[in-house]
């Protein structure tokens, strides 16, 4: 049987993360009792008090254990925690310092949306694939340059250490963890139990790009003005450079290292952030915003498209658009 500690951090983390890993969790034992086999998992809340009541006054979460009367568990559940990260990381340093601990013991963790943050921050993360909500990636990259982040992924899995996506994604990672441990059957049975999408595996289709802005670097803030104020044309780096009186290679150095991403990165990105508006709406054919958001290629736009949403722009439009119920 393995040993689950699913934490309970100091602030306001995920109630929805907390109850729905454990519900799961705890069906999953249920199952495979109804099936002539031993429950697979023990699962407990940890917390560093005996009380933690969130700050809206609403809920009061009372952890079973306190990390000093585990001294050995499998896997570590981290619900995300809402806040300010160094706010959060400040109130809850004794979770992080066993987390590390049992890590290096041969415990496996589970981040869940922004807790990715509090994970990021015992170093655990550094070098490793990891990913958060399609929101935080910006505030997360600032943060933790050392990470791996992608945030396109649902999930990822490196050197045991898993993290989700964003808000209830986490459900998908937890069928992952139940593949892993109880095997295909029950995964599937989870899921459809449960009702998750057990092959989704990215983010891009509901990530709404929002251009990097919180540096400082002036004239790459002037880039990102002038590209998202015209991003019907045909724009070229060298004609921005140029318009900037800045150096080609000097300029795309600096915008990369400001935004994360490159400069015709950043013009795909806005021209193809106009386009999911448009194909929302339904009003126009796919050719038509093609041609609005200023490209000629269909094959280019398309294959443009799919790299950042996942889908292609008609797949887009019909997971987006919905008729209109005649009267």
């Keep these: 049987m393995k040993h689950v500690s699913i934490l309970i951090p100091q602030g306001q983390s995920s109630l929805v993360n907390i109850q729905g890993a454990h519900h799961l969790l705890s069906w999953v034992n249920e199952y495979v009792v109804e099936m002539g086999r031993d429950p697979l998992f023990k699962i407990e809340l940890v917390g560093s008090s005996d009380a933690i009541k969130h700050p809206d006054g609403l809920f009061v979460i009372h952890p079973e254990k306190h990390p000093d009367e585990i001294s050995k568990t499998d896997l570590v559940i981290i619900p995300a925690i809402h806040g300010a990260p160094e706010e959060v990381i400040a109130s809850n340093s004794e979770l992080l310092t066993w987390i590390v601990d049992q890590y290096r013991s041969g415990a496996e963790i589970a981040s869940l949306c922004i807790a ?134 000097t300029f795309e150095r600096r915008f990369k290292k400001a935004t994360s991403n490159t400069i015709n990165e950043y013009i795909q990105r806005v021209k193809i952030e106009a386009a999911k508006k448009q194909l929302e709406t339904g009003r126009k054919t796919v050719n038509e915003v093609m041609y609005e958001v200023g490209y000629a290629d269909t094959k280019a736009f398309r294959d443009v498209f799919k790299k950042y949403c996942g889908i292609s722009p008609v797949h887009y439009r019909n997971k987006y658009y919905k008729v209109p119920a005649e009267a």
């Design 116 to 249: 990715s943050f509090f994970l990021a921050s015992t170093g655990l993360l550094n070098g490793k694939q990891c990913s958060t909500h399609w929101r935080s990636a910006p505030a997360f990259r600032q943060l933790f340059p050392e990470a791996i982040l992608m945030d396109d992924k649902i999930l990822t899995d490196s050197e045991g250490i898993y993290t989700s996506g964003g808000a209830y994604s986490f459900t998908n990672l937890l069928i992952y963890l139940v593949e892993k441990f109880a095997g295909r059957e029950v995964a599937i049975m989870a899921a459809k139990t449960f009702m998750i999408d057990i092959e989704r595996t990215s983010q891009s289709p509901f990530t709404i790009f929002v251009g990097q802005k919180i540096h400082k670097d002036e004239a790459v803030l002037h880039a990102q003005d002038f590209i998202e104020k015209n991003f019907q044309e045909r724009i070229s780096v060298d004609a921005i450079t140029e318009k900037l009186c800045i150096g080609r290679r």
